[in-house]
């Protein structure tokens, strides 16, 4: 069975401070994909960014990050200098290879920003 | 593009009654998928479409709740009867089945409230 820990269930900053969203997961499989989605007030679940188990180079998307260890099975999202726009809920999610596209969530980490 | 619309946005009733959840996913996706989101459980996946067809319904919490996609365009959930623990925010969200990117399209949900 596969899980998706996101331990930090609240987060609170002050406008441009860097944060980091802590994520592991557990799975059998050597073929799996991670993910990271952004939960704004709206309510809609807005995709961030996919990496595969084969794949562990990290990312950069302007102020965001994300950092795969699959020595730990941690993929950590990193916001750099903070926004209010930033506050929202963040989920990670992991979906193993055989199992189209069904994702298996963490339980979120609501980020707030003050300004 | 429209994305993915769901309806009603808020629905309140009593215990007892049945509701029925429906959803618009993007044109073109052939995969469909309802979750919910509680502050207790997070977000579950109920059931999972497969071009039209019910891939894993594991998750469906009781007889209680049914969920059809007659057709590429529209699925329903419905509970009957209705209880105070269906209480949730339920989101349907599609995708591409055969182009994998595990990009899942959610909507903005559908908040039930049973009294």
């Known amino acids: 069975a596969q899980k998706v820990t996101q331990a930090q269930t609240e987060i609170s900053v002050v406008e441009k401070e860097d944060v980091t969203l802590d994520c592991v997961y557990e799975t059998r499989d050597t073929t799996y994909y991670l993910f990271w989605y952004k939960q704004p007030p709206s309510g809609e679940l807005v995709f961030l960014i996919r990496?595969?188990?084969?794949?562990?180079q990290n990312e950069i998307s302007g102020r965001y990050s994300w950092n795969f260890q699959k020595s730990t099975s941690s993929f950590n999202f990193t916001i750099t200098a903070s926004q209010v726009v930033d506050s929202a809920v963040y989920f990670c999610a992991l979906k193993v290879g055989n199992a189209g596209n069904m994702l298996t969530f963490g339980g979120g980490t609501r980020l707030m920003v003050k300004p | 593009d429209a994305g993915v619309i769901q309806s009603p946005r808020h629905e309140v009733t009593e215990m007892g009654q049945e509701v029925t959840l429906r959803c618009k996913p993007i044109?073109?996706?052939?995969?469909l998928f309802w979750y919910r989101q509680t502050m207790m459980r997070g977000l579950e996946l109920l059931i999972y479409f497969n071009n039209n067809v019910p891939i894993d319904d594991s998750g469906m919490p009781e007889d209680r709740f049914s969920a059809k996609m007659p057709n590429a365009s529209f699925s329903t959930l419905k509970i009957q009867p209705s209880e105070p623990r269906d209480s949730a925010v339920y989101f349907c969200?599609?995708?591409?089945?055969?182009?994998?990117?595990?990009?899942?399209?959610f909507g903005e949900g559908s908040r039930l409230t049973v009294l």
């Open positions: 044109s073109g996706h052939n995969s």
């Open positions: 990496r595969n188990s084969f794949d562990e």
């Open positions: 969200a599609s995708s591409l089945a055969l182009i994998y990117t595990g990009e899942l399209f």
